[in-house]
C-alpha cells in the first residue's frame, strides 16, 4: 500500500491574519486526518505548491492528493494549478499527483449557505 499525503492549496492573500487562518485550518485538519495533510499557497504566501511538494518528496510518499481550496473553478483551477502540477509530475516522476475538484463540487457548500442566509 502506498503512502499518501494531501495538500490543500489556497490562493494565498498579503494579509498575513488571513494565511494564519488558513494554515491553523490545515493544522486541525492534519490532526484530524489519518494521512499528513499540509497547506500551501498558489500565491501570495509560503509554503508555495512546490515548496510543500518538496517536503514531501523524501521517499516517504508515493502519492500527493492536492484540493484546490477554492470556491470555484476558475483559471488557477482549471488552468493554472493543472500546469504546475504537470511541472512537479515531471520534476518527482515516482510519485503519483492526483488534484481533487475545487469547493464548487461540494454539495455541503449550498447548504452552509442557506443555513448562513437563515441566521
Known amino acids: 500500500m502506498s503512502k499518501q ?9 498579503r494579509n498575513i491574519q488571513a494565511r494564519e487562518s488558513f494554515i491553523k ?38 502519492k500527493i492528493i492536492i484540493l484546490p481550496y477554492f470556491l470555484f473553478d ?10 504546475l502540477v504537470s511541472k512537479l509530475r515531471a520534476k518527482h516522476p515516482e510519485i503519483d499527483f492526483q488534484i481533487l475538484g475545487s469547493l464548487e463540487h461540494e454539495p455541503m457548500m449550498l447548504e452552509i449557505v442557506l443555513q448562513r442566509i437563515r441566521e
Open 5 to 13: 499525503a494531501v495538500i490543500i492549496l489556497a490562493h494565498g492573500s
Open 25 to 62: 485550518m490545515v493544522r486541525v485538519l492534519n490532526k484530524r486526518s489519518q494521512r499528513p495533510v499540509v497547506p500551501a499557497f498558489y500565491s501570495l504566501g509560503t509554503p508555495t505548491l512546490s515548496d510543500a511538494v518538496g517536503d514531501l518528496a523524501t521517499g516517504e510518499y508515493s
Open 74 to 83: 476558475g483559471n488557477h483551477v482549471q488552468k493554472d494549478i493543472p500546469l
